[in-house]
């Protein structure tokens, strides 16, 4: 189950219902709130337990009717997500997770956020408009420049990275720009982050081949450390034993 980073619809928060004793996939007891949001397409086809994409969260549908839905926001959703900056009239991007014999005409989007950001600026140029966005420099080495991220569940293309000052920018044309939430927020707003799921897999498994590489290249330095204190005292003994025949 994936989605594409085509947002269908924006919602708006019907409701949110903050709870002490949110009830957990486990069946434990938790803090979180349900939130109930108002839409039209995102329900369509909906059943209990189908994923919906909020804001690029993927989300479980607990209840829903022909014109809304519910969802769980879980404590951990709220630490690494925007929801927690939600409140009752709040727009959100909605998508319904990819059927199989769907077109895809973003990109692999999981639903599972990486971190918020925060907007730092807004330029229009014409009828485009630049966002520049923060993150963190855990996430800031799987954002590269012509590379997809999903902001705020939407799949969108990076144009330039500043490593040292930690921010990314994009353009949204002016299509974009009324079918999505982004521009309707203000600079300082958090926005959900998802890098390229592909290049999360890639850095992973060069990863491991850099562990053994470190791993092999301590060994080799260790084996010359060890031949080289080996040689030095074969010298040293070597020298004791032509002083000792020179002085016979």
Known sequence: MVFTGIVEEMGEVAAIDRKADL????GSKSEGFVLKINCKKAVTDAYIGCSIAVNGTCLTATKFDDNSFEVNCAPETLRCTDLGDLVV??????????AANDRNSGHVVQGHVDEAGKIM???REGESLWVQISLSEKLLPFVVPKGYIAVDGTSLTVCEVNQREKWFNLMLIAHTQQCIVIPKKQVGDRVNLEADCLGKYAAAAVGGLRDR???LESQLQATQLGASIAAAALGACVALILCKKMSQ
């Open 23 to 26: 009830e957990m996939w486990d």
């Open 89 to 98: 009239g709040s727009l959100v991007n909605l998508e319904r997770s990819m």
């Open 121 to 123: 600026k807004f330029t």
């Open 213 to 215: 590489v470190d791993m």
